[in-house]
């Protein structure tokens, strides 16, 4: 049975880290190193719960300097002794079953290097996380795969890591895309088995904010991997434009309902249930 090593950030995630470590620990594989990397937390309540974790003796913690996401999982898998490496956030779950059934894909399978699963959304929001089927087309559109996925240590060594210079985050994208650069493939499990928190801030939220922020970022992402887009530029091209005319046509069928609804707005009528039930 092969060693699994779960990388697990956290900084100041103290309020959530004892239900992530108790999914990881409660994996029906045996074979696994849980490697917490403290990365420069602050929070009180959150040194005091990672020294409690610490003194169990199951759990290998790191500490670091504010490294950010990308750096501090580099920095856990430095010292990771698994074949197999999967990160899970300080504030997400998985289930029990899940690295069984991923590292079972990756024994049978030499030509997969990714394993993941479908997953749902808890906290702020619930309900599954409606992101696309994987597929090579998506994936040089935009990002179909959580960080939470299994891939091997020594995919990791040949690419250099996850690049630590991605100041906006996207750092997985990145990473996943490096992979497929090496020719490795992609599997999903056919069922939900991790769970994704989601806060009221986070760094995914800011991301958001700003287009500017967005588009330099998958700038600097497409910049970084040009022998992928050289090999696929053709398919590329044609994914850009069939994406650009579906935002033209979904744009203008939002502009026609604005007409639709000022032109409800006007009837006397229908204006006081208008503004109570459909603009509040």
Not at 137 to 160: P, Y
């Amino acid at each position: 049975m092969e060693k699994v090593s779960v990388i697990m950030p956290c900084y100041n995630d103290g309020e959530y880290i004892t239900d992530a470590v108790a999914s990881v620990f409660g994996q029906s594989y045996t074979n696994i190193e849980l490697i917490v990397i403290d990365d420069g937390s602050d929070d009180p309540k959150t040194v005091s719960i990672l020294e409690e974790l610490e003194k169990q003796g199951n759990v290998k913690l790191l500490h670091t300097e504010r490294l950010r996401p990308a750096g501090a999982r580099n920095a856990g898998i430095e010292i990771a002794t698994g074949k197999y490496i999967l990160p899970v956030d300080a504030d997400d779950l998985i289930e029990p079953c899940y690295i069984e059934r991923a590292v079972q894909v990756m024994e049978e399978k030499e030509n997969i290097g990714i394993v993941y699963c479908h997953a749902d959304l808890f906290g702020e929001k619930s309900g599954p996380w409606e992101l696309p089927e994987y597929s090579l087309r998506s994936m040089l559109l935009d990002n179909v795969i959580f960080v939470t996925a299994l891939f091997r240590k020594e995919d990791w060594e040949s690419v250099g890591g996850f690049r630590t210079n991605m100041e906006h985050g996207m750092e997985d994208y990145d990473f996943w895309l490096s992979l497929l650069e090496l020719g490795r493939e992609v599997e999903q499990l056919p069922e939900t088995l991790f769970h994704y928190r989601i806060k009221p801030r986070s760094r995914t939220t800011k991301f958001q904010e700003s287009a500017a922020v967005v588009q330099e970022t998958y700038r600097n992402i497409y910049l970084q991997h040009p022998r992928l887009y050289e090999k696929y530029k053709d398919e590329y091209a044609i994914i850009l434009r069939d994406a650009l005319i579906e935002q033209l046509f979904l744009n203008r069928a939002y502009q026609e309902s604005l007409g639709i609804l000022e032109r409800l707005r006007k009837n006397p009528f229908l204006k006081y249930w208008i503004k109570k039930f459909i603009l509040k």
